[in-house]
């Protein structure tokens, strides 16, 4: 058994839960800085650094056996080799990494320039040659618009009736005002959240589903067929 403590840097006092004791006869547990769930890391401060860092570590062990057999390999195997060791590494899980710092979102982002520049090789991308236009290329969203797209598709699956009772009860659709002004006659909206007493709060699905979904524009807001919902709002959230 492994118990976290979560606590803000700022407040940060390492005294404050030492050990638990789940019964009067058991030995106490010690508390833990790092613990692993359904196979995401979570630190005490809620970071995630630890599990970026072991995403990039075992996602360059895969590239470094993928670049010695490269040269034998055709682009389309590259390509299915590529989404099924990294880049299911990369979205698994993703949408914790909401509103991330830059400096933990250029990791994973050099990670997938690597693999673009594993498909097409570094001749045609060249050893300083942007990345970006090969990414587009592959048809490759980058990390945090990766991030974006799985929260939106989240939220259309809560609002269609196609996500788990826990997912679909942490948002609400806005309600439908008896009296209100042409402008606002928006009904496919999600009702904000009251802005949080702590931070990284609006980094859970209840505040930033609403943030992401109500972003898009209404022709995609109004989609029934996920299908359709994502060829329209993989190219708006590219932008």
């Not at 001749?123 to 990414?135: E, M, S």
Request: charge should be positive.
């Amino acid at each position: 058994t492994e118990v976290l403590t979560v606590q803000m840097k700022k407040n940060f006092n390492p005294h404050t839960i030492e050990a638990i004791q789940l019964d009067s006869g058991m030995e106490p547990v010690e508390t833990s800085k790092v613990v692993k769930s359904l196979g995401v890391l979570f630190n005490e401060h809620l970071t995630f650094e630890e599990h970026v860092n072991s995403i990039v570590k075992c996602a360059n062990v895969h590239l470094r056996n993928l670049r010695v057999i490269a040269s034998k390999l055709d682009y389309e195997l590259k390509r299915q080799l590529v989404h099924c060791l990294i880049f299911s590494k990369l979205d698994y899980c993703n949408g914790l990494l909401y509103d991330l710092p830059d400096c933990l979102i250029r990791k994973l982002q050099k990670v997938q320039n690597s693999c673009a520049r594993l498909l097409f090789g570094q001749d045609v991308i060249g050893k300083w040659g942007h990345v970006t236009p090969f990414l587009k290329k592959a048809h490759f969203l980058p990390i945090r618009q990766r991030i974006e797209y799985k929260i939106a598709l989240m939220s259309f699956k809560c609002i269609n009736n196609m996500a788990p009772d826990y997912l679909t009860k942490c948002i609400k659709v806005k309600g439908q005002p008896t009296k209100c002004l042409r402008t606002e006659e928006d009904y496919f909206l999600l009702e904000t959240p009251s802005v949080p007493n702590y931070r990284r709060t609006e980094r859970c699905f209840s505040f930033c589903g609403p943030a992401v979904w109500n972003c898009l524009p209404y022709d995609i807001r109004t989609c029934n067929n996920m299908l359709v919902f994502t060829l329209n709002s993989i190219p708006y959230i590219r932008k």
